[in-house]
């Protein structure tokens, strides 16, 4: 070893020695927080502040997703001295949703596999699980019903919000495509990777498409089957013990899929919020015209607008929207008040921090 080698390493003893310090001050100062507060310990408005905080002040040379990712694990581990936090989520292990638990909540909680969106809306309501997490839509596929029924029915709020890029992977037991007679997803996964399918697999010989019941279940049935392979994100290879015979197979490589976090309680103004609600109207011409019109009366900008039908009475439609700000802020709260004394139904879902 040279002698700068040497040197630099005991530098970055030194370093690791601050940082260990600091992190211990860092906890012990979470847990007299913890103390101090009343109701759950985690505070998405307050993480929020955080990330965007450490942002901006960044120097350099780790990029701002490498702080966030540094800092979410942190503050996970300092929550979770507060308290311990289970999250539901759309299971089994290695699925996106996993990732997504992962990437909001970080390592240190206890994550609860759900067989489906409902389940996670019950684990949540029942108090089985403190937090759910819950797809809500994706950029090639579009909206997650499911979810936006269940939204309308539950007493649950939208406590945030996350964006996770979808890189699908084909995994099978060997390399070898030649060799796969059946290809193991879920139908959406199979929607994304098309044209991947068409062009490197069908050319071969006849290969069955099976759908399953996620992505993990189909790695599952692959780690079960030296013919078969499955499409699913990189995490589920991990779990089941297969191999990438092809990564990064979407059609879209821009592919992501948004995800909600539903708890029970009201979520304070971060500064940087997102307020979603469903609103319906009469059928009539020009009635869905006067239904936005106070957002531009009071200048909230509409983030999303999706109809989904009321399933109430036929051919008619209720208005799932998101808008830019809190309740709490002067022109939202505003607006919100128009739209109470105009529409026929409002269900205002949550105020939260913008991903
Ligand atoms: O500020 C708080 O309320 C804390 O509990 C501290 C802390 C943190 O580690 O910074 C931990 C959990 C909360 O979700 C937000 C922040």
Redo the contacts with the bound molecule.
Sequence with gaps: MTEQLKQLRNEIDAVDDELLRLIST?AR??QQ??RQ?SGT????E??SQ?FSRLQQSNPGPLRDEHIVHLFTE??SV??AL?EPLTVAYLGPQGTFSEEAVTKRFGSAVTSLPCSSIDDIFRKVESGAASYGVVPVENSTEGAVGRTMDLLLQTPLKICGELELPVHQCLMAQQTDLTAIRKIYSHPQSFAQCQVWINENLQSLTAVDRIDAASNADAARQAAADSSAAAIAGKKAAEVFGLKVCAANIEDNPNNTTRFLVIGSRDVARSGRDKTSLAMATHNRPGAVHELLAPFARYQVSMTRLESRPSRASLWEYVFFTDIAGHQEDENVARALQALRDNTTFLKIFGSYPAA
Excluded: D, N, Q, S
């Design positions: 860092r100062l979470a927080v913890g507060k310990a985690y505070r998405p307050r993480e955080i942190i503050i300092c929550r507060e």
